[in-house]
């Protein structure tokens, strides 16, 4: 029997947030905990404790996080009431996070706060150790003690192993909130609505109806000072091993028995478990590397990944991915995930399209086959939908059956009268306090992600997979339309 979590689905007033003064902190955090506050949920009773290594006092993170508040909140969502609110519930201390000497001051400050705590760790993975150690010494761990990590957890499976062993050496798995920021976003949310509420969409769901998927993440920005990190890293693991695989989960898992977040999680895990490896003799076919040279972006001219400042101009890292992934089970047998990933693109696009089979049997006249198929498209950004495309008749007398693609599309926004969509961090926030783990990655999840990931890597680096460039602000290589198109197949733009 499932031992009961005492963490689940009760609030926790008390949020205690390391590394309070960094760009992830006052860029997204803050601001998201603003709006909880605006939407009436968080409780009276919410405090909220910064903790840095810089000798601020209160008043000084206090005014910080005001002009953070002003530069990253549009204007007309500013309310002056509920931002003096919000301020009030701030305080703020000093910390140096690797000494467990420091963590006694700590103590003394929550003492008089509700025991309820969640930690948010805003800091890079290498101290997460040292934190978590150091709050069990000190007695700030206590059952219902909720802990949230940001990724990336490790650079791979055997060091992703090292975090989760440090971690979990003080903090069992029901404490534990592991980071994925998307998905907190609505319509990754409403994927799980789509798929197992609407019969329409379920029945047809597998390889018999689905030809391919495509997951496209696409970023218009470049490095952005992140040289260092980015570098060791690549797409392969900086996006493949956890967005992209993250939706590839929720578009291929099994109905779970309950929506709870074992079982989502369960399924997920599963699928992951199911992903064929690659192999020496195919894994030129099945994936494309690129790195994007100079170019222009937004009518200026914009320098290529090994003229970025501080660059290793020896540098073989991706900046572009596209790969072919198949899933081994009754489900998806046959039908190909492409998933593609890439930097300095030509927009910022973050979209799921789905391939339904075509009729077996087209009685329009046969120039107008290549139309003969529906496509489902989930669009995560830059705004957020769904759209059919279905084929009509064209009008007109002297038409006759002319076929054309027309779209029926769902804009959360507008058919759903809201006037901003919550930002994904405001979800994710919202839902550790309140001790629900179904939004975030259990540490099979990670480390089944990782082990599928690193063999790709020892294949390619065995194989001497080729590195491809693309000039900066376009679609990425040529290379990447030639392997979808070996296959049979074509990019959502090309259709």
Not at 36 to 61: H, M, S, V, W, Y
Not at 105 to 125: F, H, I, M, Q, S
Not at 151 to 164: R, T
Not at 408 to 414: N, P, V
Request: aromatic share 10%; charged share 25%.
């Amino acid at each position: 029997m499932q031992k009961e979590n005492p963490n689940s689905q009760s609030f926790s007033p008390s949020l205690v947030l390391f590394g309070a003064l960094g760009d992830l902190s006052l860029r997204k955090l803050l601001p998201s905990l603003y709006q909880l506050d605006k939407a009436g949920l968080l409780p009276e009773e919410t405090q909220i404790l910064g903790l840095a290594r810089q000798a601020f006092n209160n008043e000084e993170f206090v005014q910080t996080t005001d002009e953070a508040l002003i530069r990253f909140i549009p204007k007309d969502e500013l309310d002056s009431a509920v931002k003096q609110r919000f301020l009030q519930r701030l305080d703020y201390q000093e910390l140096d996070m690797k000494e467990s000497t420091a963590y006694a001051k700590l103590k003394t400050k929550l003492a008089d706060w509700n025991p309820l705590v969640t930690y948010y760790l805003a800091t890079p993975p290498a101290i997460f150790g040292d934190i978590c150690s150091n709050l069990n010494a000190s007695g700030l761990n206590t059952p219902t003690s909720r802990i949230v990590l940001e990724k990336p957890i490790g650079h791979d499976l055997a060091s992703s192993k090292v975090i989760n062993d440090t971690v979990g050496e003080f903090f069992n798995e029901q404490q534990v909130y592991r980071i994925d920021h998307y998905l907190g976003k609505e319509t990754v949310q409403n994927l799980l609505a789509l798929r197992f509420a609407n019969p329409i969409f379920a029945d047809l769901w597998n390889h018999d109806h689905i030809s391919y998927v495509e997951i496209t993440v696409a970023e218009e920005v470049g490095i952005e000072g992140r040289w260092g990190y980015f570098d060791h890293a690549g797409q392969m693991r900086d996006m493949v091993q956890n967005h992209l695989l993250q939706l590839l989960c929720l578009v291929a898992m099994e109905p779970p028995t309950r929506l709870d977040s074992d079982s989502i999680r369960n399924e997920k895990v599963r699928v992951l478990e199911a992903l064929e490896p690659m192999q020496p003799h195919t894994i030129n076919k099945h994936l494309v590397r690129g790195q994007y040279g100079d170019g222009h972006y937004a009518d200026k001219a914009a320098p290529g990944y090994l003229n970025e400042p501080d660059a290793n101009t020896q540098s073989s890292t991706e900046t572009y991915m596209a790969l072919r992934a198949d899933i081994s089970n009754w489900r998806w047998a046959g039908t190909p995930f492409y998933l593609r990933t890439g930097k300095r693109m030509r927009s910022k696009l973050t979209e799921i399209i789905i391939h339904f089979r075509p009729s077996r049997h087209f009685i329009f006249d046969a120039d107008q086959e290549p139309l003969a198929e529906n496509k489902l498209v989930i669009r995560l950004q830059p705004y957020e939908g769904i759209s059919l495309q279905v084929l009509t008749k064209e009008q007109g007398i002297d038409k006759g059956m002319r076929l054309r693609r027309d779209p029926l599309h769902l804009d959360f926004a507008q058919t759903q009268g809201s006037k901003r969509l919550p930002d994904a961090y405001e979800r994710l926030l919202l839902e550790a306090l309140k001790g629900n783990q179904s939004l975030f990655v259990r540490r099979d999840e990670v480390e089944a992600a990782w082990k599928w990931c690193d063999q790709i890597r020892a294949t390619w680096e065995q194989s001497a997979s080729p590195l491809h460039t693309y000039p900066a602000g376009t679609q990425g290589p040529h290379a990447a339309y030639d392997m979808i198109e070996a296959f049979g197949h074509r990019w959502y733009e090309h259709c």
